[in-house]
């Protein structure tokens, strides 16, 4: 089973029963195997909600029969929205219901997972694992469902070489950098790595600044004072411009496309 990166449009139109159906909130519950293990900060979402009701639809599966609980729906995809739901006091959802089993839910569920915005390398990292481990996905494969480059997929396997300790070093001092990361992760030992890490975090350094250390161009007290990354746009009619200051010396096109689609996300939800 395979999914673009609009998949859920695409099983929607498989569904058996009709997209944007009105389910009780009291009929739906989260799935224990959800991949998705924190729901972070939910108050702008709950005013969202509360503003403009829920703009895209829960993906459920129909509960087993013989089950304990008395609902009838158990969700695959959207389980952050269920709960700002729940906390802005809405009593019907909209839902896209699909008759799949257990492992196709959570194949599903870890591809919606993957194609968020906030995910940091190391989750992104072992989402990619469960794909391969669990449902035998090619590195291209999961290129391919999560609407990313070959390279971009094996860069992210490269990550989960890291020790414990070194990625937990890296999540304290919240280095989330993923092509930072990897050239960390080309020194010799973990005390190397480690020591790395806090230098970044102390001195602000770049993936550049990086290279230029190691390659011995520049020791550890002369690097060159770093100049933010600014991308400018101005509209052809002059009716406005717009400009984004990076904390980092370079951005990729990929970073870029995230950062302007969150302030999008933002945008949409202020």
Request: hydrophobic fraction near 40%.
């Amino acid at each position: 089973m395979r999914h673009g990166s609009h998949f859920v449009e695409e099983l929607a139109a498989r569904s058996d029963e009709p997209v944007g159906k009105m389910v009780p909130i009291s009929q739906i519950e989260p799935d224990a195997n959800q991949p998705r293990s924190t729901m972070g900060d939910l108050s702008d979402l709950v005013a969202s909600i509360r503003d403009k009701g829920i703009l895209e639809p829960l993906l459920v599966r129909p509960i087993p029969e013989g089950n304990t609980s008395g609902r009838s729906y158990l969700i695959i995809s959207g389980e952050r929205r269920y709960r700002a739901a729940m906390q802005a006091g809405v009593v019907d959802v909209p839902v896209i219901v699909m008759e799949v089993g257990e492992d196709e839910a959570l194949e599903i569920a870890l591809i919606e997972n993957l194609q968020r915005k906030d995910l940091t390398p190391f989750e992104e990292a072992e989402g990619y694992q469960a794909l391969a481990e669990r449902f035998n996905y090619t590195h291209e494969a999961i290129a391919e469902a999560v609407g990313k480059s070959r390279t971009v997929i094996t860069e992210s396997f490269a990550l989960l070489q890291m020790s414990h300790k070194v990625r937990e070093t890296a999540q304290a001092l919240g280095i989330n950098s993923k092509s930072l990361l990897l050239e960390v992760l080309k020194c010799d030992d973990e005390a190397e790595m480690v020591s790395l890490l806090e230098e970044v975090a102390r001195r602000g350094l770049s993936r550049d600044d990086l290279r230029l250390q190691k390659r011995g161009e520049k020791d550890g007290d002369e690097l060159p004072r770093r100049r933010p990354f600014v991308f400018k746009l101005n509209a052809p009619d002059k009716s406005y411009s717009l400009a984004l200051k990076f904390r980092q010396t370079q951005v990729s096109k990929d970073e870029l496309i995230d950062v302007l689609e969150k302030v999008l996300v933002e945008l949409r939800q202020s």
